[in-house]
């Protein structure tokens, strides 16, 4: 069993930088792939980032790709999500999730067993 718990929203203006993070409980994060996801108002959950349980290997969505930068530190049981040139179509609900796995990472979130309750963001334009 994994908990985790999201923070470092907030609002900011478009072309700011904010830096989520994500502390898990138990201690056996480090076999955990752990991924980033949004929801915006009206719309569905959609992928953001993917982090390999070494966190040597990292996915992105085309939409965040080149200003966003996920990492982990699996001493501190806690993944980051950095997130930079913020535009306003950034702003959603952000998740960290946590699968239980040492082989790859994960886009679709029906992968993930475990979830945060997530925290806003908003950028404004």
């Known amino acids: 069993q994994v908990q985790l718990v999201e923070s470092g929203g907030g609002l900011v203006q478009a072309g700011g930088s904010l830096r989520l993070s994500c502390a898990a409980s138990?201690?056996?994060?480090?076999?955990?792939?752990m991924g980033w996801f949004r929801q915006a108002p009206g719309k569905e959950r959609e992928f953001v980032a993917a982090?390999?349980?070494?966190?040597?290997?990292?996915y992105y969505a085309d939409s965040v790709k080149g200003r966003f930068t996920g990492s982990r530190d699996n001493a501190k049981n806690t993944v980051y999500l950095q997130m930079n040139s913020l535009k306003p179509e950034d702003t959603a609900v952000y998740y960290c999730?946590?699968?239980?796995?040492?082989?790859?990472?994960?886009?679709?979130?029906?992968?993930?067993?475990?979830w945060g309750q997530g925290t806003q963001v908003t950028v404004s334009s």
């Open positions: 999730a946590a699968k239980k796995d040492l082989r790859s990472w994960y886009t679709a979130d029906y992968e993930y067993d475990y």
């Open positions: 138990g201690r056996t994060f480090s076999s955990y792939a």
């Open positions: 982090i390999r349980w070494s966190g040597g290997v990292t």
